[in-house]
């Protein structure tokens, strides 16, 4: 992975001492709150419901075990023991007291981790498939050119004081993982003409207004990937609304210029930026490039891993669900849950933390990754090694074999700690994994995406889950909003709302009320939640969500 | 006629801890609801409110939430305010049990 050079490691060294008297004022007086917000948002330090929030990048989703160390240490030290880690593959300390971050900021520094734009109307921390560098259906891996996008982006003078955040996300798979339809900049590794370049997606995301990014460009050389990510961000800049928060995002921007008229505009901003790029970044993703070669896989028997499959049926349903394809056969890509049923969807323990990073040092060639998923992924591990990290995590409560089943959920932290939400999510999210653990059918059901977000913004990426849930105030009472149909991956879709929300307490037996209907109408056990959905449309789920319309309608 | 006004107390959250707090008769701050200030006076919470809003070396964020009297004590109106006051629901950090 990438490591930090002199210039990284003095940069983010100045950047903290310049925060640190910044607290220092603030807490003396010097600086008032609205003088200090924009300078705490800039690190990435928020002031939640209960506490302060500091959201720490963990850029394309990757650390290595001392850095996972470090968070978990940084748990213990300054917080209540625990993380979150989010959809934008960072984690989040909930509870940290505002003259100790800076302290929290020097920790993270020395292991080359930081706070900087993870906040703020600027580029955000930059996702990519958290699969990447090891799957198996794999054009190319993403990360370097994340990276390079990274350090472009970090602190880019122009790009400060965006109309509102901005989004991107890197694929290098067919399969999308990384959501980069629903990003502001989605970029796809494709293959033309036996060249690999990038499909460039624009407009794309969710929130108040959701919609599905448009084709930029499809097929754009690698070596203008910089440029033309400047003119894409330049041209929003200049033509974002800045008059109205809700209309900023480029989404509407694209929307209401037309996709023809934006790329007019991109095409001739890149005309004139593209000879300033003369070389530089070219030599810099050459010095980028090598840090994320494969690591030196090791040969040995899977014979053990082959008796532990046919004779452990824990171990084998483990295996079936969240041990992926890897590029070399003999090793497997293993996804650790952190949605044991009735937890909170993203949280690890500081001795979760440990753990994991302990495996991943032994068995996972040092490597770790954050999933937009909220789950935390060892990409490299040798399949004799598999049964030891499954015994292992078996021992922590991180074994539950979940992946792509319903209570593998997405879920914002919500009202119970956001001070943006207008609801609760974790405890809805709690109580829809608990219930389907008790009936014993997430297994039968299958793949099932179910996203749950605490407000309009959609953190908990609603809107793409196959099954959605929108928790909004209603007149002082919880109420919960069911979206069907949504898509996340490279068949993006933006799911359809079925009708009246729920209270709390109607909700889960709405849902089991929607997954029985699910059962009963699918075409055999192979055909998803999804497919079926296609298949036979809106009308016979929001049937079973709302019986008593149907009761009315058969009546009339 | 005068327009109805709701009781209401003036809460903030600390500037070192973030955690919520709500200003007291004598424009000190408490963690304790129940020791908070009620204001039955427009005027007088349009007054409270400022005063609370310069005191920027200890609050954060201070605004106005609406209030129950009950028998038994103090009650928020909004299911927000409640869940600032008992803290998160998934985990037991020492507030809940206030």
Request: aromatic share 8%; proline share 4%; net charge negative.
């Amino acid at each position: 992975m990438y490591k930090y050079n002199d210039f990284d490691a003095g940069f983010v060294a100045e950047r903290n001492k310049q925060f640190r008297a910044q607290v220092q004022r603030r807490i003396s007086g010097a600086l008032s709150e609205d003088e200090f917000k924009p300078l705490r948002l800039m690190n990435g330090l928020y002031l939640q419901l209960h506490a302060y929030m500091l959201r720490v990048a963990v850029p394309y989703g990757t650390l290595n075990s001392g850095q996972m160390h470090q968070l978990a240490n940084i748990a213990q030290r300054w917080d209540k023991g625990y993380g979150h880690f989010t959809t934008r593959q960072n984690i989040q300390f909930n509870w940290p007291k505002l003259p100790d971050v800076p302290d929290i900021l020097d920790a993270l520094a020395e292991l080359e981790m930081h706070a900087i734009q993870t906040s703020g109307n600027t580029v955000r921390n930059v996702t990519a498939d958290h699969l990447s560098g090891a799957a198996a259906d794999e054009l190319e891996d993403p990360r370097p050119y994340a990276e390079l996008i990274r350090q472009w982006s970090t602190d880019h003078p122009e790009f400060q004081f965006l109309p509102r955040k901005f989004k991107i996300a890197v694929s290098g798979s067919a399969q999308d993982r990384a959501v980069t339809r629903a990003h502001d900049i989605g970029l796809r590794l494709v293959e033309k003409n036996g060249e690999t370049g990038f499909e460039v997606i624009v407009g794309g995301g969710l929130g108040r207004t959701p919609m599905i990014g448009k084709i930029l460009r499809a097929f754009l050389p690698k070596a203008d990937l910089l440029p033309y990510i400047e003119a894409t961000i330049s041209v929003w800049n200049l033509l974002g609304r800045r008059d109205n928060k809700y209309k900023s995002r480029i989404k509407i921007t694209v929307h209401e210029h037309g996709i023809d008229e934006i790329s007019k505009l991109v095409e001739a901003r890149f005309k004139e930026l593209r000879p300033s790029f003369n070389g530089a970044d070219q030599s810099l993703f050459d010095h980028i490039k090598p840090a994320f070669a494969a690591p030196a896989y090791k040969q040995h028997s899977t014979e053990l891993f082959e008796q532990n499959y046919s004779n452990d049926p824990v171990f084998r349903a483990w295996v079936d669900t969240n041990v992926m394809a890897h590029q070399n056969v003999d090793y497997g890509i293993a996804t650790i849950s952190l949605k044991a049923h009735g937890q909170t969807p993203g949280d690890a323990s500081a001795e979760q933390m440990h753990l994991i990073a302990d495996l991943a040092e032994r068995y996972g060639h040092d490597e770790i990754r954050i999933s937009h998923e909220q789950n935390i992924v060892l990409p490299h591990v040798h399949k004799s090694d598999l049964p030891a990290v499954h015994a292992s995590l078996k021992t922590a409560q991180l074994a539950t074999a979940n992946i792509g089943l319903i209570s593998d959920i997405i879920a914002c932290p919500g009202m119970d700690y956001c001070a943006l939400a207008t609801a609760r999510s974790i405890p809805i999210a709690q109580q829809i994994a608990t219930r389907f653990d008790e009936l014993k059918l997430e297994h039968d059901i299958g793949e099932l995406k179910l996203k749950i977000s605490g407000c309009i913004n959609a953190c908990g990426h609603h809107h793409v889950g196959h099954i959605g849930i929108l928790g909004l105030d209603r007149a002082g009472v919880e109420n919960y909003q069911i979206t069907l149909g949504g898509d996340a991956t490279e068949t993006a879709a933006i799911g359809q709302r079925t009708g009246p929300g729920f209270s709390a307490d109607d909700l889960l037996p709405a849902l089991e009320r929607l997954i029985t209907a699910y059962l009963d109408l699918r075409s055999e056990p192979k055909e998803t939640f999804l497919q079926t959905y296609r298949r036979v449309g809106a009308t016979p789920f929001k049937a079973a969500l709302y019986p008593e319309r149907a009761v009315r309608a058969n009546a009339a | 006629m005068a327009r109805s006004f709701s009781p209401k107390i003036v809460t903030a959250n600390a500037l070192i801890e973030g955690d919520v707090i709500y200003l007291c008769a004598d424009d000190t701050w408490t963690r304790d609801l129940q020791s908070a200030d009620v204001i039955t006076d427009e005027t007088d919470a349009d007054v409270r409110l400022i005063s609370a809003a310069s005191q920027t070396s200890v609050a954060v964020g201070v605004y106005l939430a609406d209030i129950e009297l009950h028998p038994d004590g103090l009650k928020t109106k909004h299911f927000r305010e409640e869940f600032r006051k008992l803290g998160p629901s998934n985990y037991f950090h020492g507030k809940q049990a206030g």
